[in-house]
């Protein structure tokens, strides 16, 4: 049957709670404290349930519990016909209650284009759905939801839910307490939709400012800072019931390779990663991190194989779980990056891995050759069932702590109370306009003066917009700052403009007061700084809003004013707007070194830097 909404009450069909408690051989509601860390651990008599509970398990199932599984659609068991023909070409089942019932995977992950992720009723609906074929199986176990939900430019879930400011912003408002609402509001949201296990926060100190792949998604460049800030996000995830994840463990701050594409190294010595890359994962393992996600990175100060770290027994067991004391579960970054494929084999990569000290094996390319790789290792020796036993054990006291034993479903009504309510939007507007940070603003530009400025014309960079919100940018800060009381017109001038495209915005400049041009990721031969040059030569004021990487301002020299918005989220983008028109004062400083563009060893703003007004 499809998964779907009955009775009055918006409420979903779903078990009897004592159905539930049954079916998973009566572990207790000690177990499954919501909100308690990882730290606390459950009792002995309870953790006795728990080992019982292993005992049964069959080796396949056993084997199961160790994955984490992407599966196209947005019912359990009815999706749409794309994602069906998706699930049998990518996992050779048609939905997600067949993936259970073939593999018996312990977890599944959302992500928006695998159409998990259309709106709170519906996702939370296909939650219940996962639950209930999962425990509707012989010896069925509740499954652990999980999904990407950093903020910023990384989320899978989009409005109406809560969207707050990425890492790199919250790290502008240097704000323990914002972190920790963050935290707790966003975990509340995501309970509230079956999803129990969220992969952040970030964990990486960004050291390089050329890192492609962590770059804003990081709180900053100083690791105490990150340190704090991801503390206090951790222990905003533990108040609301949902497993944090510190990622990517050990540090991926320092690289210009992105391990999408291939195998980064970092070069760090031993006792610069103590320094740099450490602080945060020891942050987060002492405030109770429920889970660490491993980077498929090479250090070889730390492993002098060179494997990546994800498959390093020195790394994962010799320094997480030996150095610093962590006996959480570990899960993988996923196993479909060319990262961890460059070395060895997708047979050989989950083996080794398991044999690294790693619990959860996360979105492998092909489940079937990963999970019969680890189903024939046991059966030929090369990995023990009692290995098995300890991962299995870690992901079960886990999904005991997060409530999943006692009641793993969700209703609409809970939905309705919890996503996207007045108090968190505004929750969300208030932390998003004490992050914007004013780098720039020669003659006192800024504020913007409705009397003096009232036409504006605002250009830039339209990059597709993140996190499920609306965009595009020029869009979004042009009708924000409308509401404010300007005339705003958008012109979308791209993330490379051509030369009529920049003669366009020129000549619609003309008719304008002052022009803010959104910039995206602005280098020394882009089309965007020939754009900025030449409206600078209109005489018109120009207001650039960097809205990924502070760095652009190294660029933009001739430029009155510019404003770093760490992203191009409406949140981030709105606040913007009110900072431009005087509604608040800029109140972000730097949390990463910008150096200049023609003498990169020099900084031009350190971190601290941002004015006011």
Known sequence: MPDSSTGSTGSTARPSRRTVLAATAGVTTALAAGGAHAAAGPSAHDDRRLRALVSRMTLEEKVGQLFVM???GHSATDPDQADVDANLEEIGVRTAAELLARYRVGGIIYFAWAHNTRDPHQIADLSNGIQKASLGL???LPV???TDQE?????RVGEPATLFPGAMAVGAGRSRADARALGRIAGRELRALGIRQNYSPVADVNVDPANPVIGVRSFGSDPEAVADLVAAEVEGYGSSGVAATAKHFPGHGDTITDSHAELPYIHHTREQWERLDAPPFRAAIAAGIDSIMTAHIVVPALDASEDPATLSRPVLTGILRGELGYDGVVVTDSLGMEGVRTKYGDDRVPVLALKAGVDQLLNPPSLDVAWHAVLNAVRD????????DESVLRVLRLKARLGLFEDPYVSHDGVDRAVGTRAHLAAADRIAERTTTLLVNEGGLLPLSRRRHPRLLVVGADPASPSGTTGPPTGVLADALTGLGFTATALSTGT?????TVAGAVAAARDADAVLVATYNVGAASGQKTLVERLLG???????VAVRNP????????VAACLATYSWTDVELRAVARVIAGKVGPRGTLPVPVQRADDPATVLYPVGHGLRY
Do not use: F, K, Q, W
């Open 70 to 72: 992407r599966v196209h």
């Open 138 to 140: 012989e010896r069925g």
């Open 144 to 146: 652990l939801i999980s």
């Open 151 to 155: 903020h910023g430019i990384v989320a």
């Open 381 to 388: 020796g090369e990995l023990t069932e009692s290995r098995l």
């Open 496 to 500: 490379a403009p051509s030369a009529a």
């Open 538 to 544: 209109t005489g018109r004021p120009v207001v650039a």
């Open 551 to 558: 760095y652009d301002v190294a660029h933009l020299p001739g």
